[in-house]
Structures are given as C-alpha cells and as structure tokens.
T-cell receptor
Framework: DTAVSQTPKYLVTQMGNDKSIKCEQN?????MYWYKQDSKKFLKIMFS???????INETVPNRFSPKSPDKAHLNLHINSLELGDSAVYFC??????????????FGSGTRLTVV | QKEVEQNSGPLSVPEGAIASLNCTYS??????FFWYRQYSGKSPELIMF????GDKEDGRFTAQLNKASQYVSLLIRDSQPSDSATYLC???????????FGTGTLLAVQP
C-alpha cells in the first residue's frame, strides 16, 4: 500500500487553465504539506495543514489554494495556470507538525507542465 | 545567505570510496537535521536524521552534526553506483517548525 499517494502523476495543460492535484496519506499522520521542486531541484514549502488546520502559508500567489477535507487528504487547486508554475509538486506528511520523528514521508510527485 | 546551503556538485567518487557530503545552515535555533536521497525522477526518501552533536551511524551511512559551527555532514562508506543520486539536507527551523531544504548535492559513484 502506498503511504502517500498523489494524483495525477503527470499533468500537461495550457496557460490559463485551472487544475487540481490530490493527495492522500494512510499513515495516520496529523500533518500534511505541499512542496514545489523547481528545475534546479530546490524544494520549497508552500503550505502545511495540521489536523485540517492551515499552519504554514508561504508567500505563494493567490492562484494556489489548498484544501484539506480531513487529516488524511490535502488537495491543491491552481487557477489561471502560468508557464512559471511548471514544476514537480510533492505532497508530504509527518506524524505531527514538529516532524521530529522520522521527518516527512513524500508522495511520488506530480510533474506539472504548462504550455 | 540561503537558510540551508549545499554544494550542488556533482561530487564524483570511485566505487568503494567514502563520499562526504556537507551542509551548513543559518538558523541557530534549529534542532533537527535530516538527510534525504532523491533519485532522478523520484521522490525524496529519508535516509538519516540527527538531533545531537556528534556522529550517528546507520550501516554505511554516518551523519555528523556540529551545532556550534552550524554544519551537518553525511558520510557514505564503501560507495556503490546505486548510491548515485541527489542528497538533500533538510533542517527543521526552530521557531516555525518548517523543514527547510538545501538545493542538494549530486553524487556520482563511478564503477
């Protein structure tokens, strides 16, 4: 069983479209995250939810909106996609928001390409 | 200054040698330090974590932490071609609990 699963794995879309990425974890973790990895491999945190509550909201465009219907799910909706949004988006989870025990478990990533 | 800095590499070592990967961080309040390995096209996977000054060994991997000098290192003994990957250093920010990643070091182990 996959611990942190993301869908879709690949997403190719045109500029201006709206798209969503879904994430689910079956680890019983309290905290979930969205990270963006650019072409230079830099992983930058975007959002974090702890038990469905938003606890980290980095400076990202308002076009990005996370939603956590329950603590096992964290989705990312992106409006009006731009070329610069092309990247790999990783979902991750941790036991709690301190992430002290075992750090994060990452999903397999969603490669978003905006054309 | 970046919060977590790593040499991007590539670091090339022959098979069987020791690979030494280094990382420095800026936040003195950081308490937890992690090393992730990321193969090309795959997700990061945790290989080591360390909280206390000194060395921590796990198989062929040794993590070293020096909080006074604000650096973390990862040693890989008896390097294998399968160790070729990008190694990401991550530091948990003391005040915000965010896990801040470095840009990674690309390791290439030559057979």
């Amino acid at each position: 069983d996959t611990a942190v699963s993301q869908t879709p794995k690949y997403l190719v879309t045109q500029m201006g479209n709206d798209k969503s990425i879904k994430c689910e974890q079956n680890l019983g973790h309290d905290t979930m995250y969205w990270y963006k990895q650019d072409s230079k491999k830099f992983l930058k945190i975007m959002f974090s939810y702890n038990n469905k509550e938003l606890i980290i909201n980095e400076t990202v465009p308002n076009r990005f909106s996370p939603k956590s219907p329950d603590k096992a799910h964290l989705n990312l909706h992106i409006n009006s996609l731009e070329l610069g949004d092309s990247a790999v988006y990783f979902c991750a989870s941790s036991q709690d928001f301190t992430a002290n025990i075992r750090g994060y478990t990452f999903g397999s990533g969603t490669r978003l390409t905006v054309v | 200054q970046k919060e977590v800095e790593q040499n991007s590499g590539p670091l090339s070592v022959p098979e069987g040698a020791i690979a030494s990967l280094n990382c420095t961080y800026s936040d003195r309040g950081s308490q937890s330090f992690f090393w992730y390995r990321q193969y090309s096209g795959k997700s990061p996977e945790l290989i080591m974590f360390i909280y206390s000054n000194g060395d921590k060994e796990d198989g062929r991997f040794t993590a070293q932490l020096n909080k006074a000098s604000q650096y973390v290192s990862l040693l890989i003994r008896d390097s294998q071609p399968s160790d070729s990957a990008t190694y990401l250093c991550a530091v948990r920010h003391g005040a915000t609990n965010k896990l801040i990643f470095g840009t990674g070091t690309l390791l290439a182990v030559q057979p």
